[in-house]
């Protein structure tokens, strides 16, 4: 080569340049023991709809632990440990009494505590019968939705309640949901946190929702909103405007609150105020989510769902999954964990960046042995008053409410 030859330039970029493939743990992470499945584990979290425990035990996985859900024939719920602390096997095949669930193996029979009421091959059905109990968790019904919670007994906190659910119009109904509105995936084989952040990620509703698919809700939500972010007490709030063709001002609030609660009005926008449900996005396991949600509505109105090119998600051929792909297409296709080493986030990604860094926050407090935020013994404190909506009308009458 002579020296006035140009040397050849190098693209850069290729896939073969990638680094080794990291995760962030304190995002992905449930299980008992890890940081952020202990900071979890200060919260209650739903896992089951009232309907679902009833005299036939039913398997069920809280957080990546296997539980068994049952309700007893005075109809307490109870959610026990699957092996019987007599000789190991399960209590899925068990019996369930007047007074609790009976194991097939030797006969113990266990209250929705735990408590060992009987010991029937023992002398005088177990003398000392109070010193086995069946590991347990306290559950919570609220509005038709069973809750539990799997942390430390000392430090149980209030049951929180909302205010959108406790102080429903006269003609309305309150309905518990498990059916996993959103994702149609039952469950989700991913990880909770990816389809969780979603919620602070206004834009992909007009890239996803609108433009690439189709307008898979109203026209109201089709356009490019101007958004903000903001942190609240327990988390963090985006800010969606936008103007209409007819001249009002649509102003729409959602909110994510620590840890998995997610507050998202009707993208149908039916109702001018506050969101008309709550939502929970559950880690079921490392890979696996479901959203459970309490909504309230109309009596006798059935909730609308999202469609692509005219057919429910369900309905549609794996071809048309991958022309109007939804939700379930986008978190999913992250993997069942995302590769955070190899994300780029940009501006329009800031609602994510607060939510991970608040959260993270969360997960140091109870490593630091503090209590994380929303977290009260007082009952009066847990009353949560819901932002999140859908407001309508002039500019100046709408841009503070949420």
């Known amino acids: 080569m002579s020296g006035t030859e140009t040397p050849v330039e190098i693209d850069t970029g290729t896939a073969y340049e990638l680094g080794p493939a990291e995760i962030d743990a304190d995002l992905i992470e449930v299980e008992r023991g890890t940081p952020t499945g202990e ?27 296997d539980l068994i859900l049952f309700r007893d024939g005075r109809g307490r719920a109870g959610l026990v440990h699957p ?36 010991m029937p091959c023992e002398p005088e059905g177990g003398r000392r019968k109070e010193r086995y109990r069946q590991p347990w968790y306290p559950v919570q019904e609220y509005h038709g939705m069973i809750f539990t919670y799997m942390g430390p007994p000392r430090d ?48 992909h509703v007009f890239v996803l ?44 609030v ?66 048309e999954h991958q022309r109007y ?5 986008a978190q999913v296709g992250q993997g069942a964990v995302t590769v955070h080493s190899e994300e780029n986030l940009a501006g329009s990604d800031k609602g994510v960046t607060m939510f991970r860094h608040l959260f993270r926050s969360q997960v140091k407090a109870v490593a630091d042995g503090r209590s994380p935020v929303g977290v009260t013994t007082d009952a009066e404190q847990a009353r949560f008053e819901v932002r999140a909506g859908n407001y309508i009308g002039r500019r100046d009458d709408v841009i503070d409410l949420g």
């Open 39 to 65: 900071m979890l584990r200060r919260y209650w979290h739903p896992f089951a709809v009232s309907t679902d425990a009833d005299d036939t035990p039913r398997a069920v996985r809280v957080l990546g632990e």
């Open 83 to 118: 092996r019987c602390c007599h000789r190991g096997t399960t209590l899925y095949y068990g019996k369930v009494e007047g007074e609790g669930i009976r194991c097939c193996y030797h006969g113990w029979l266990f209250d929705t505590e735990g408590r060992t009421l009987d």
């Open 156 to 203: 149980r906190p209030a049951f929180p309640r909302y205010d959108v659910l406790d102080n429903v119009p006269d003609g309305w109904e309150v309905v518990a949901d498990g059916n996993n509105i959103g994702l149609e995936g039952d469950p989700t084989p991913c990880n909770w946190f990816q389809t969780h952040e979603n919620v602070m990620d206004p834009f």
């Open 209 to 252: 929702h609108a433009g690439f698919s189709g307008n898979q809700f109203v026209a109201e939500m089709a356009d490019i909103p101007d958004v903000s972010w903001h942190y609240t007490g327990q988390g963090v709030k985006s800010h969606q405007d936008r103007v209409l063709d007819d001249g009002r001002f649509f102003h729409r």
């Open 254 to 319: 959602t909110e994510v609150v620590i840890p998995n609660v997610r507050i998202v009005a009707s993208p149908f926008v039916e109702f001018d105020g506050p969101a008309t449900s709550i939502a929970w996005t559950l880690p079921i396991s490392r890979t696996e989510t479901k959203i459970f949600t309490i909504l309230t509505r109309p009596i006798g109105q059935t909730r609308r769902r999202a469609l692509y090119d005219g057919k429910r998600w369900n309905e549609l051929t794996e071809a």
């Open 325 to 329: 792909p939804g939700d379930y297409e």
